[in-house]
C-alpha cells in the first residue's frame, strides 16, 4: 500500500489511540481499495491535520500512521466523493435461493466447521460453500501450503495440495443443521464429490436432507490421492454429465458444477454438466502449478519429507486467467443463460465488480480470507454499495453483464487507430525508466534528454503500445487519441 509496511493487524493497536475515528480501519481500506468511502464523511479535512500523531506510539513497526491517513485523503477526496446517503440493494440469488450479498466463502478450509461458518454469517458472509463432503478416507500431508510473494511480502499467488473435508458424513450433516437452525437466512452450499454414480446421488441426497440450499459439484480439486475423482471427472464431459445426472437423482435443489480450468476449452464440461442437470456453473477452482524450488535443498514447495507435488494456485495472480473463464462462460448461448458464481483471485470490491460486470452472478472467497481474515466482508460489502452508489445505480444486478460485449474476438479488434503517449512534465521525475522499456523491450520511439533528463516521443516510431505508460512509476504518461490510416497488405 504505497510505502506504508502497516501490517493490517489483528485488534490494532493504533485501534484506540484516536478519539476521532479508528485509524487501523482506515489503513486496512486503503489495502482493500475502499478508502475512499471510508473518509468521504470528512470533506472539510480530517482531524489528522492538527494532530500530534500520538496512534503512531502505539504501532509495533512503527508505521507513520498520520502521515500516511492524511496521504490517503489528499488523494482520495474530491468533489465526486460523497458520503451514501440512499442503502444500495447488493442482494442476488443463486436459482432462486436468495443471497443478501454476492459474497460467498468458497469450498476450503475457510468454510470448514461449525464455528468458522457461524462466524463468517454473523460477520456478514451471506453464504458458504462448505469444504468438500465425500464418503473417502482423506489423510492429508503437511505442510501444505507454499504461495508466491509481492514486494510488501503480501501473497501474489498460492498453492495448496490440500483435499476434501476429514470430518465424518454424520459429522458435516449436523454441521449443517446446527448451522440452518442459527442462521435460517444465511445460503449453505453443500460442496461433494463421489467416486461413482450411486455416490454422488447418495451425498446430493444426504445434504438436501440436512438442509443445504445449493449442491455444488466437485469436478476440479487437482489435489485428489485418490484417482478418477476431482479434476479427473472435470476433464471429461461424458463423466461431468453422468454425474451430474446422479446426483440429478438425489435432490430438486439447484446444482452448481464447479469447473477446472486446467482444461483446453472450459466451456465443454460446463454444456455437459448443463445437459446433465445442472443449474449453473461455478468457475474456477485453482490451477494446476509449481511455486518454486528451493536451491538450497533443490526441492519444491511445499516440501513434505523431501517430496513435492503439482497443487493448486489460487490468489490475485490467477485473477486475469479466471476473468478469461467468466467471459467464455457468460458469452456461450447454453452456459450464459445459467447462473455462473466465480471464484479466482477476487480480494477486493473493485476484484468483485470485475466479475459481475462480465458475468457472474455470485462471487467465492477464499484466498484472501486465508491471508486477512473474515473481516474483508466489511471491505468487500460498503466498497460494492459505495460504488454502485457514486455511479447512480440502485441493485448490483445492474451492473451483471455490463462489460460483456466489450470483449471481442481478436479479429474484431479496430486497428486503425493510435493512442500516442503525453509526457506530464509536472509529474515526470526523470527516471528514464520509459525509455529503458521502449528501447529495449519496445519500438525505440523515446529519445532522452540527458542534461534535462526528461524523455521525448519520436511520433514516427511510436505504434501506441503503451508500454510506457505501464512501467512509469508515477503515472506521469498519459495518452491522446490520433486516427491514422492502415495500410491493408492488398494496397502492398
Known sequence: MDNCKCMICHDAPCRTACDCFDPARVLRAKRFENEGYILSEYQEGIPCKDCDGHCKADCPIDVPIKETICDIYDKTMSPEI??????????????GVKLENPFILASSVVASTFEMCDKAFSMGWAGVAYKTICLMDIHEASPRFSVTKNSDGSFAGFKNIEQLS???????????????????????????????????EYLSRAVTEAGADVVELNFSCPNMEAKGVGVDIGQVPELCKRFTAAARRGTNLPILAKMTPNITDIRV???????????????INTIKSITGVNLDTLVAAPSVHGKASIGGYSGRAVKPIALRYISELSSDEVVGATHISGIGGIYSWHDACEFLTLGARSLQVATAVMEYGYRIID???????????????????????????SVVDTSDIERDTILFPVFDAKKCTGC?????????????????DESTRRPKLDGAKCVGCHLCLLVCPNGAIKYARRRID???????
Open 82 to 95: 460523497l458520503p451514501m446517503k440512499e442503502e444500495v440493494d447488493i442482494s442476488c440469488d443463486i436459482c
Open 166 to 200: 476429514d470430518h465424518s458424513l454424520e459429522e458435516n450433516m449436523e454441521i449443517f443443521r446446527r448451522l440452518k437452525a442459527k442462521h435460517p437466512t444465511k445460503v449453505i452450499i453443500a460442496s461433494i464429490m463421489g467416486r461413482n454414480e450411486g455416490e454422488w
Open 269 to 283: 464440461p460446463a454444456r455437459a454438466s448443463i445437459e446433465g442437470g445442472a443449474d449453473g456453473i461455478a468457475a
Open 379 to 405: 471491505d468487500l460489502v460498503t466498497g460494492l454499495k459505495y460504488f454502485l452508489y457514486q455511479r447512480g445505480y440502485n441493485s448490483v444486478s445492474e451492473i451483471i453483464n455490463a462489460a460483456s460485449d
Open 432 to 448: 528514464g525508466r520509459c525509455y529503458l522499456s521502449c528501447a529495449d523491450g519496445g519500438h525505440q520511439a523515446i529519445k532522452f
Open 486 to 492: 492502415s495500410v491493408k497488405k492488398d494496397d502492398k
